[in-house]
């Protein structure tokens, strides 16, 4: 969590800087959007914003959130990767849950866990580019209810019946908010 102080003195020398007069909706504004990381990665953003941006006004929130969140585009892309690994780490047979529920939303779009899980390598590419088109499509709408997406087992035994013999939902974490930058 932001330490609100510590950001303040942050935002007041980031707005003399740019010759901004500093104020309280400046601040509450700048303070909601970042909000969630940690003082040190905000601070690391804020310095790579300063020495990258090439405008002569204050760099907008969405500034600082790109040094610590990534584009859209990076953000689809570490989200693909993540459906590649769980892949090749659980596949066809086990029910997965992605802390993101774009991914699940995304995947369930493309025909569902075990549909997308046996994609062939020769088609590998034509899937990505599906999935990061869905990716960003998703992500702009807010999807925030997580999915569960079934695996085969769970599929065929609750089918048969068998509810005691499901397995637990694997869940897929992709997301570290409060990672520090490096430099």
């Not at 700048?30 to 204050?58: G, P, Q």
């Amino acid at each position: 969590m932001l330490d609100k102080k510590l950001f303040v003195n942050l935002m007041t020398g980031l707005c003399d800087m740019y010759d901004k007069k500093p104020s309280e909706f400046i601040f509450n504004a700048y303070y909601d959007a970042l909000k969630e990381y940690e003082y040190s990665a905000v601070e690391a953003a804020v310095k790579k914003v300063i020495a990258t941006y090439k405008y002569n006004t204050l760099p907008k929130p969405s500034d600082i959130l790109e040094y610590l969140e990534g584009t859209k585009e990076d953000t689809a892309m570490i989200a693909w990767l993540a459906v590649r690994d769980a892949i090749e780490n659980y596949g066809y047979y086990y029910s997965i849950a992605f802390d993101d529920p774009v991914i699940s939303h995304c995947i369930f779009q493309m025909g569902g866990w075990m549909e997308i899980s046996q994609v062939l390598n020769k088609d590998i590419l034509y899937v990505e580019k599906e999935f990061l088109e869905l990716y960003r499509l998703f992500a702009k709408r807010g999807i925030e209810k997580p999915m569960k997406l079934p695996g085969y087992i769970e599929v065929v035994n609750r089918a048969k019946g068998y509810i005691d013999h499901i397995p637990e939902v694997i869940l897929i974490t992709t997301k570290a908010k409060n990672v520090k930058l490096l430099n």
